[in-house]
Protein backbone atom coordinates (compact mmCIF):
# COMPACT_ATOMS: atom_id res chain seq x y z
CA UNK A 1 0.00 0.00 0.00
CA UNK A 2 1.30 3.31 -0.88
CA UNK A 3 0.51 7.19 -1.70
CA UNK A 4 0.88 8.50 -5.09
CA UNK A 5 0.87 11.85 -5.87
CA UNK A 6 -2.33 12.73 -7.85
CA UNK A 7 -1.64 15.52 -10.78
CA UNK A 8 -3.66 18.80 -9.96
CA UNK A 9 -4.64 18.98 -13.98
CA UNK A 10 -6.50 15.50 -13.70
CA UNK A 11 -8.16 16.34 -10.31
CA UNK A 12 -11.50 18.10 -12.09
CA UNK A 13 -11.12 15.66 -15.35
CA UNK A 14 -11.26 12.31 -13.87
CA UNK A 15 -12.27 12.98 -10.52
CA UNK A 16 -15.62 11.40 -11.14
CA UNK A 17 -14.56 8.57 -12.99
CA UNK A 18 -11.99 7.15 -11.09
CA UNK A 19 -11.81 8.47 -7.77
CA UNK A 20 -14.89 7.45 -6.21
CA UNK A 21 -14.44 8.41 -2.35
CA UNK A 22 -12.20 10.81 -0.87
CA UNK A 23 -10.75 11.37 2.85
CA UNK A 24 -10.82 15.64 3.27
CA UNK A 25 -9.74 17.63 6.45
CA UNK A 26 -11.20 20.87 7.01
CA UNK A 27 -8.93 23.54 8.78
CA UNK A 28 -7.80 23.12 12.32
CA UNK A 29 -8.81 25.39 14.34
CA UNK A 30 -5.70 26.16 17.26
CA UNK A 31 -7.92 23.99 20.27
CA UNK A 32 -7.63 21.50 18.03
CA UNK A 33 -4.67 19.04 18.37
CA UNK A 34 -6.02 16.20 15.38
CA UNK A 35 -9.33 14.77 13.73
CA UNK A 36 -9.94 11.73 12.63
CA UNK A 37 -10.39 12.02 8.65
CA UNK A 38 -13.89 10.95 7.77
CA UNK A 39 -15.02 9.40 4.32
CA UNK A 40 -16.64 11.21 1.99
CA UNK A 41 -18.54 9.70 -0.93
CA UNK A 42 -20.50 11.58 -3.64
CA UNK A 43 -23.68 10.80 -5.52
CA UNK A 44 -22.30 8.40 -8.48
CA UNK A 45 -19.93 6.62 -5.73
CA UNK A 46 -20.04 2.94 -5.97
CA UNK A 47 -18.77 2.46 -2.65
CA UNK A 48 -21.66 3.96 -0.69
CA UNK A 49 -21.75 0.40 1.26
CA UNK A 50 -18.40 0.61 2.55
CA UNK A 51 -17.20 -0.31 6.29
CA UNK A 52 -16.50 2.89 8.16
CA UNK A 53 -12.80 1.85 8.72
CA UNK A 54 -11.75 0.68 5.55
CA UNK A 55 -9.73 2.60 3.21
CA UNK A 56 -10.84 2.02 -0.35
CA UNK A 57 -7.93 0.71 -3.16
CA UNK A 58 -7.99 4.13 -5.44
CA UNK A 59 -9.25 6.52 -2.70
CA UNK A 60 -8.10 9.99 -2.94
CA UNK A 61 -6.35 11.58 0.24
CA UNK A 62 -6.19 15.17 0.50
CA UNK A 63 -3.92 17.26 2.42
CA UNK A 64 -4.24 20.82 3.64
CA UNK A 65 -1.59 23.53 4.45
CA UNK A 66 -0.63 23.27 8.11
CA UNK A 67 -1.57 19.38 8.11
CA UNK A 68 -0.06 16.19 8.49
CA UNK A 69 -1.86 13.40 7.86
CA UNK A 70 -1.07 9.60 8.57
CA UNK A 71 -2.48 6.25 8.02
CA UNK A 72 -2.82 3.27 10.25
CA UNK A 73 -3.92 0.30 9.45
CA UNK A 74 -4.40 -2.83 12.49
CA UNK A 75 -3.26 0.30 15.07
CA UNK A 76 0.15 0.48 13.06
CA UNK A 77 1.12 3.39 11.09
CA UNK A 78 1.63 2.72 7.70
CA UNK A 79 1.76 6.12 5.70
CA UNK A 80 2.74 9.40 6.55
CA UNK A 81 2.69 12.81 4.32
CA UNK A 82 3.14 16.90 5.69
CA UNK A 83 2.78 17.65 1.77
CA UNK A 84 0.05 19.55 1.21
CA UNK A 85 -1.83 17.76 -2.50
CA UNK A 86 -3.92 15.12 -3.34
CA UNK A 87 -2.89 11.54 -2.76
CA UNK A 88 -4.08 8.61 -4.88
CA UNK A 89 -4.45 5.27 -1.89
CA UNK A 90 -2.52 2.25 -4.32
CA UNK A 91 -2.31 -1.15 -1.96
CA UNK A 92 -0.22 -2.43 -5.08
CA UNK A 93 2.23 -0.06 -4.42
CA UNK A 94 5.40 -0.15 -1.54
CA UNK A 95 4.20 2.25 1.68
CA UNK A 96 5.77 6.02 0.83
CA UNK A 97 6.61 8.80 3.32
CA UNK A 98 6.20 12.40 2.40
CA UNK A 99 7.50 14.84 5.52
CA UNK A 100 7.75 17.84 4.39
CA UNK A 101 8.56 20.44 6.98
CA UNK A 102 8.93 18.08 9.82
CA UNK A 103 12.24 17.27 8.96
CA UNK A 104 14.32 14.14 8.10
CA UNK A 105 13.80 13.04 11.64
CA UNK A 106 10.32 11.89 11.17
CA UNK A 107 12.30 9.14 8.82
CA UNK A 108 13.90 7.86 11.63
CA UNK A 109 10.55 7.97 13.81
CA UNK A 110 8.63 5.64 10.74
CA UNK A 111 11.30 3.01 10.44
CA UNK A 112 11.23 2.62 14.14
CA UNK A 113 7.51 2.32 14.99
CA UNK A 114 5.59 2.11 11.75
CA UNK A 115 5.25 -1.14 10.58
CA UNK A 116 4.71 -1.47 6.76
CA UNK A 117 2.13 -4.42 6.12
CA UNK A 118 -0.05 -5.09 3.61
CA UNK A 119 -3.04 -7.05 3.78
CA UNK A 120 -4.25 -6.79 0.27
CA UNK A 121 -7.17 -5.04 1.31
CA UNK A 122 -9.05 -7.78 2.96
CA UNK A 123 -12.14 -6.02 4.68
CA UNK A 124 -10.85 -8.00 8.30
CA UNK A 125 -9.36 -4.66 8.95
CA UNK A 126 -9.42 -1.72 10.58
CA UNK A 127 -7.91 1.38 8.53
CA UNK A 128 -8.07 4.84 9.86
CA UNK A 129 -7.04 8.22 8.53
CA UNK A 130 -6.28 11.30 11.02
CA UNK A 131 -4.97 14.37 10.35
CA UNK A 132 -2.59 16.58 12.69
CA UNK A 133 -2.78 19.94 13.72
CA UNK A 134 1.33 20.99 13.14
CA UNK A 135 0.61 24.72 13.10
CA UNK A 136 2.20 26.64 16.44
CA UNK A 137 -0.18 26.33 19.20
CA UNK A 138 -0.29 29.94 20.87
CA UNK A 139 -1.28 31.88 23.61
CA UNK A 140 -0.27 29.41 26.37
CA UNK A 141 0.61 31.35 29.54
CA UNK A 142 2.24 30.72 32.56
CA UNK A 143 3.45 32.53 35.77
CA UNK A 144 5.33 31.31 39.03
CA UNK A 145 3.29 30.80 41.75
CA UNK A 146 6.52 30.63 44.03
CA UNK A 147 9.82 31.88 43.41
CA UNK A 148 12.28 30.33 41.01
CA UNK A 149 16.02 30.27 42.06
CA UNK A 150 17.81 32.51 39.40
CA UNK A 151 21.87 32.84 39.97
CA UNK A 152 23.58 36.16 40.31
CA UNK A 153 27.30 36.04 39.34
CA UNK A 154 29.84 38.71 39.85
CA UNK A 155 33.12 38.20 38.30
CA UNK A 156 34.92 40.82 39.09
CA UNK A 157 34.33 40.65 42.94
CA UNK A 158 34.54 36.59 42.70
CA UNK A 159 31.03 36.68 44.23
CA UNK A 160 27.26 34.95 43.58
CA UNK A 161 24.29 34.72 45.25
CA UNK A 162 20.80 33.17 44.39
CA UNK A 163 17.71 35.43 44.21
CA UNK A 164 13.91 34.67 44.26
CA UNK A 165 12.56 35.61 41.15
CA UNK A 166 8.82 35.78 39.71
CA UNK A 167 8.24 35.41 36.11
CA UNK A 168 5.14 35.41 33.78
CA UNK A 169 4.59 34.99 30.27
CA UNK A 170 3.81 33.01 26.91
CA UNK A 171 5.06 30.00 25.38
CA UNK A 172 3.60 27.87 21.82
CA UNK A 173 4.17 24.70 20.67
CA UNK A 174 3.76 22.25 17.95
CA UNK A 175 3.37 18.92 17.28
CA UNK A 176 7.68 18.33 15.47
CA UNK A 177 6.72 14.41 14.95
CA UNK A 178 3.06 13.43 14.99
CA UNK A 179 3.95 9.43 14.57
CA UNK A 180 5.01 9.84 18.49
CA UNK A 181 2.35 11.80 19.39
CA UNK A 182 -0.26 9.16 17.83
CA UNK A 183 1.82 6.57 19.30
CA UNK A 184 2.64 8.12 22.78
CA UNK A 185 -0.24 10.47 23.50
CA UNK A 186 -3.46 10.09 21.83
CA UNK A 187 -3.25 6.72 20.16
CA UNK A 188 -6.73 5.92 18.40
CA UNK A 189 -9.52 7.86 19.21
CA UNK A 190 -12.82 8.16 17.48
CA UNK A 191 -13.12 11.91 16.35
CA UNK A 192 -10.97 14.58 17.81
CA UNK A 193 -8.19 14.88 20.60
CA UNK A 194 -8.47 18.56 21.99
CA UNK A 195 -5.51 20.44 23.50
CA UNK A 196 -7.32 21.08 26.64
CA UNK A 197 -6.28 16.89 27.36
CA UNK A 198 -2.60 17.53 27.57
CA UNK A 199 -2.36 21.29 28.06
CA UNK A 200 -2.10 21.18 32.01
CA UNK A 201 0.45 18.12 32.08
CA UNK A 202 2.43 20.55 29.49
CA UNK A 203 2.29 23.53 31.62
CA UNK A 204 3.24 21.60 35.04
CA UNK A 205 6.43 20.60 33.35
CA UNK A 206 7.43 23.75 31.23
CA UNK A 207 7.39 25.35 34.68
CA UNK A 208 9.28 22.85 36.50
CA UNK A 209 11.90 23.00 34.09
CA UNK A 210 12.39 26.94 34.21
CA UNK A 211 15.13 26.61 37.12
CA UNK A 212 17.52 24.64 35.02
CA UNK A 213 16.66 27.03 31.94
CA UNK A 214 17.45 29.66 34.29
CA UNK A 215 20.49 28.47 35.58
CA UNK A 216 22.15 27.86 32.11
CA UNK A 217 20.86 31.62 31.06
CA UNK A 218 22.60 33.06 34.64
CA UNK A 219 26.02 32.92 33.32
CA UNK A 220 25.53 35.58 30.33
CA UNK A 221 22.89 37.62 31.45
CA UNK A 222 21.14 39.19 34.70
CA UNK A 223 17.38 38.48 35.46
CA UNK A 224 16.51 42.10 34.65
CA UNK A 225 17.60 41.61 30.67
CA UNK A 226 14.94 38.28 30.61
CA UNK A 227 12.24 39.90 28.31
CA UNK A 228 14.84 41.09 25.84
CA UNK A 229 16.11 37.76 25.42
CA UNK A 230 14.02 35.70 24.11
CA UNK A 231 15.60 33.31 21.55
CA UNK A 232 18.23 32.34 24.06
CA UNK A 233 15.47 31.60 26.48
CA UNK A 234 13.48 29.82 23.92
CA UNK A 235 16.98 27.70 23.20
CA UNK A 236 17.55 26.83 26.66
CA UNK A 237 13.58 26.08 27.18
CA UNK A 238 13.89 23.38 24.19
CA UNK A 239 17.05 21.89 25.41
CA UNK A 240 15.83 20.97 28.87
CA UNK A 241 12.72 19.63 27.59
CA UNK A 242 13.80 17.85 24.45
CA UNK A 243 13.62 14.39 26.48
CA UNK A 244 10.22 14.58 27.56
CA UNK A 245 9.03 16.04 25.15
CA UNK A 246 10.43 15.95 22.16
CA UNK A 247 12.04 12.43 21.73
CA UNK A 248 9.09 10.54 23.90
CA UNK A 249 5.93 12.85 22.54
CA UNK A 250 6.93 14.62 19.50
CA UNK A 251 6.13 18.11 20.69
CA UNK A 252 8.86 20.80 20.67
CA UNK A 253 8.82 24.53 22.37
CA UNK A 254 8.17 27.32 19.54
CA UNK A 255 8.83 30.25 20.99
CA UNK A 256 8.98 31.07 24.62
CA UNK A 257 8.58 35.24 25.89
CA UNK A 258 8.96 36.47 29.23
CA UNK A 259 6.66 39.49 29.94
CA UNK A 260 8.05 41.08 33.31
CA UNK A 261 10.39 39.48 36.26
CA UNK A 262 10.57 40.56 39.84
CA UNK A 263 12.43 39.92 42.90
CA UNK A 264 12.12 40.45 46.35
CA UNK A 265 13.24 43.84 47.66
CA UNK A 266 15.73 42.09 50.08
CA UNK A 267 17.15 41.22 47.02
CA UNK A 268 17.46 44.40 45.14
CA UNK A 269 19.42 45.92 47.98
CA UNK A 270 21.41 43.07 48.02
CA UNK A 271 22.17 43.71 44.22
CA UNK A 272 22.53 47.45 44.57
CA UNK A 273 25.05 46.73 47.04
CA UNK A 274 27.37 44.55 45.61
CA UNK A 275 26.93 46.72 42.46
CA UNK A 276 28.34 49.18 44.62
CA UNK A 277 31.53 47.71 45.72
CA UNK A 278 32.61 46.89 41.81
CA UNK A 279 31.89 50.21 41.36
CA UNK A 280 33.86 51.66 43.92
CA UNK A 281 37.21 49.03 43.47
CA UNK A 282 37.95 52.16 40.73
CA UNK A 283 40.30 54.47 42.52
CA UNK A 284 38.53 56.83 40.49
CA UNK A 285 34.94 55.97 41.24
CA UNK A 286 35.99 55.33 44.92
CA UNK A 287 37.34 59.34 45.23
CA UNK A 288 34.49 60.67 43.60
CA UNK A 289 32.02 58.96 46.33
CA UNK A 290 34.72 60.36 48.99
CA UNK A 291 34.11 63.82 47.38
CA UNK A 292 30.08 63.44 47.16
CA UNK A 293 30.18 62.38 51.04
CA UNK A 294 32.51 65.53 52.06
CA UNK A 295 30.37 67.86 50.48
CA UNK A 296 27.52 66.60 52.65
CA UNK A 297 29.01 65.83 55.79
CA UNK A 298 30.71 69.55 54.46
CA UNK A 299 26.77 70.74 54.38
CA UNK A 300 26.02 68.84 57.53
CA UNK A 301 28.96 70.47 59.55
CA UNK A 302 27.90 73.80 58.83
CA UNK A 303 24.28 73.31 60.13
CA UNK A 304 25.91 71.60 63.48
CA UNK A 305 23.78 72.70 66.99
CA UNK A 306 27.22 73.12 68.67
CA UNK A 307 28.60 75.06 66.10
CA UNK A 308 30.09 75.03 62.62
CA UNK A 309 33.90 74.73 63.93
CA UNK A 310 32.60 71.29 65.86
CA UNK A 311 31.13 69.73 63.31
CA UNK A 312 34.46 70.31 60.96
CA UNK A 313 36.38 69.14 64.01
CA UNK A 314 34.31 65.79 63.78
CA UNK A 315 34.79 65.75 59.99
CA UNK A 316 38.25 65.92 59.65
CA UNK A 317 38.43 63.42 62.83
CA UNK A 318 36.85 60.93 60.44
CA UNK A 319 38.91 61.86 57.08
CA UNK A 320 42.31 60.71 59.40
CA UNK A 321 40.86 57.88 60.66
CA UNK A 322 39.69 56.63 57.45
CA UNK A 323 43.07 56.25 55.63
CA UNK A 324 42.44 57.39 52.66
CA UNK A 325 41.83 60.61 51.41
CA UNK A 326 40.25 61.71 47.50
CA UNK A 327 43.14 63.43 46.94
CA UNK A 328 45.35 60.08 47.34
CA UNK A 329 42.52 58.11 45.55
CA UNK A 330 42.61 60.51 42.78
CA UNK A 331 46.60 59.98 42.55
CA UNK A 332 46.21 56.41 42.32
CA UNK A 333 43.44 56.57 39.91
CA UNK A 334 45.75 58.98 38.08
CA UNK A 335 48.54 56.39 38.32
CA UNK A 336 46.92 53.45 36.66
CA UNK A 337 45.64 55.11 33.74
CA UNK A 338 49.02 56.23 33.25
CA UNK A 339 50.40 52.49 33.13
CA UNK A 340 47.53 51.60 31.28
CA UNK A 341 48.31 53.96 28.64
CA UNK A 342 52.24 53.33 28.43
CA UNK A 343 51.54 49.46 28.29
CA UNK A 344 52.95 47.93 25.46
CA UNK A 345 50.33 47.05 22.87
CA UNK A 346 49.28 43.30 22.35
CA UNK A 347 51.57 41.64 19.73
CA UNK A 348 54.06 44.93 19.92
CA UNK A 349 57.43 44.48 18.61
CA UNK A 350 60.50 46.95 18.84
CA UNK A 351 62.33 48.01 15.44
CA UNK A 352 65.80 48.59 15.15
CA UNK A 353 65.92 52.22 15.15
CA UNK A 354 63.66 52.30 18.71
CA UNK A 355 60.25 52.29 17.47
CA UNK A 356 57.39 50.39 19.06
CA UNK A 357 54.87 49.16 16.41
CA UNK A 358 52.02 47.24 16.20
CA UNK A 359 52.05 46.62 12.50
CA UNK A 360 53.88 44.77 9.38
CA UNK A 361 56.29 47.80 8.88
CA UNK A 362 57.70 50.68 11.20
CA UNK A 363 55.78 53.29 11.23
CA UNK A 364 59.29 55.43 11.35
CA UNK A 365 61.89 54.05 9.20
CA UNK A 366 59.99 51.49 7.30
CA UNK A 367 61.52 48.66 8.06
CA UNK A 368 59.27 45.23 7.89
CA UNK A 369 58.56 43.27 11.03
CA UNK A 370 61.21 40.52 12.01
CA UNK A 371 59.61 37.14 11.53
CA UNK A 372 60.24 36.08 15.08
CA UNK A 373 61.64 38.04 18.09
CA UNK A 374 65.06 36.39 17.31
CA UNK A 375 66.51 40.19 16.23
CA UNK A 376 70.39 40.01 16.62
CA UNK A 377 73.24 42.59 15.89
CA UNK A 378 76.16 41.61 14.29
CA UNK A 379 79.84 42.55 15.53
CA UNK A 380 79.83 44.45 12.17
CA UNK A 381 77.04 46.91 13.72
CA UNK A 382 73.80 45.06 11.27
CA UNK A 383 70.66 43.89 12.66
CA UNK A 384 69.51 40.82 11.17
CA UNK A 385 66.63 38.38 11.82
CA UNK A 386 68.15 35.29 9.34
CA UNK A 387 70.73 33.14 10.19
CA UNK A 388 73.47 34.90 8.72
CA UNK A 389 74.31 38.93 8.61
CA UNK A 390 73.19 40.32 5.70
CA UNK A 391 76.39 42.50 5.36
CA UNK A 392 79.31 40.58 6.68
CA UNK A 393 77.94 36.88 5.91
CA UNK A 394 78.71 35.70 9.64
CA UNK A 395 76.36 33.40 11.01
CA UNK A 396 74.22 34.43 13.88
CA UNK A 397 75.83 33.58 17.13
CA UNK A 398 74.74 30.25 19.21
CA UNK A 399 72.42 30.74 21.73
CA UNK A 400 74.48 28.45 23.70
CA UNK A 401 77.52 30.29 23.31
CA UNK A 402 80.84 29.64 21.92
CA UNK A 403 83.42 26.43 21.96
CA UNK A 404 86.70 27.18 23.10
CA UNK A 405 89.77 25.23 21.82
CA UNK A 406 89.84 23.70 25.00
CA UNK A 407 86.64 22.28 24.54
CA UNK A 408 84.51 24.78 27.16
CA UNK A 409 81.35 26.21 26.10
CA UNK A 410 81.00 29.68 27.03
CA UNK A 411 78.62 32.90 26.61
CA UNK A 412 81.04 36.09 27.63
CA UNK A 413 84.36 37.72 25.19
CA UNK A 414 86.16 35.30 26.90
CA UNK A 415 86.93 31.10 27.80
CA UNK A 416 86.17 30.77 31.69
CA UNK A 417 88.59 27.68 31.96
CA UNK A 418 91.63 28.49 30.42
CA UNK A 419 91.29 32.63 29.53
CA UNK A 420 91.40 32.64 25.76
CA UNK A 421 89.25 35.34 24.35
CA UNK A 422 86.71 34.56 22.13
CA UNK A 423 87.90 34.00 18.58
CA UNK A 424 86.50 37.24 16.08
CA UNK A 425 88.27 36.48 12.91
CA UNK A 426 88.46 32.28 12.45
CA UNK A 427 86.56 31.16 9.80
CA UNK A 428 83.47 30.09 9.99
CA UNK A 429 82.23 26.10 8.90
CA UNK A 430 79.35 24.68 7.47
CA UNK A 431 79.38 21.09 5.67
CA UNK A 432 79.74 21.39 1.93
CA UNK A 433 77.45 18.40 1.38
CA UNK A 434 74.44 18.64 3.68
CA UNK A 435 74.90 22.35 4.45
CA UNK A 436 74.36 21.73 8.10
CA UNK A 437 76.24 24.60 10.80
CA UNK A 438 77.67 23.35 13.88
CA UNK A 439 76.56 25.29 17.22
CA UNK A 440 79.53 27.13 16.47
CA UNK A 441 80.55 27.64 13.59
CA UNK A 442 84.03 28.97 14.47
CA UNK A 443 85.21 25.38 16.31
CA UNK A 444 82.77 22.37 14.27
CA UNK A 445 83.25 19.13 15.35
CA UNK A 446 85.45 16.44 13.84
CA UNK A 447 81.77 15.10 11.66
CA UNK A 448 79.15 16.29 10.55
CA UNK A 449 76.01 15.52 12.80
CA UNK A 450 73.96 15.49 10.05
CA UNK A 451 75.43 13.22 7.45
CA UNK A 452 78.77 11.99 8.92
CA UNK A 453 81.07 14.08 6.27
CA UNK A 454 84.58 14.90 7.99
CA UNK A 455 84.78 18.63 8.67
CA UNK A 456 88.34 20.13 6.78
CA UNK A 457 89.34 23.34 4.65
CA UNK A 458 86.77 22.96 2.35
CA UNK A 459 83.92 23.60 4.51
CA UNK A 460 85.04 26.84 4.95
CA UNK A 461 82.19 29.07 4.07
CA UNK A 462 84.50 31.84 2.02
Known amino acids: MGLIKAAVSSLNSVMADQWKEFFYCDSLPPNILAVKGMKRTGSNSQNTKGSENIITNGSVVVVNEGQCM ?53 TGHDQRVYYFNIKEI ?108 LEERGIEIGKVAIRSVSIPKEDEDRIKKYEDLAWNRDPL ?44 LFSMGAQAAANNNNAPAPNSWKCGCGTSNTGKFCANCGKAKP ?30 GWTCSCGSVNQGKFCADCGKPKPAGAPLYKCDKC ?7 HNPPKFCANCGDPFGDEDIVK
Open 435 to 441: GWTPADP
Open 285 to 328: NAAAKIVEAQNQAMSTAAGNGNGAAMGFYGMNMAQHMGGMNAQG
Open 138 to 245: TDNRFGTSTPVPFRVSYTDLGRSFTVGLRCNGVYSYKIADPMLFFANVCGNFSSSFNRAQIDNQLYSEFMSKLQPAFAKLSASITYDQLPLHTAEITEAMKEVLKKDW
Open 371 to 400: ADSGEWKCSCGASNTGKFCANCGKAKPSEN
Open 70 to 122: IIVDQGQVVEICAVPGEYTYDMSTEPSIFSGSLGSGIVDTFKAIGKRISFGGS
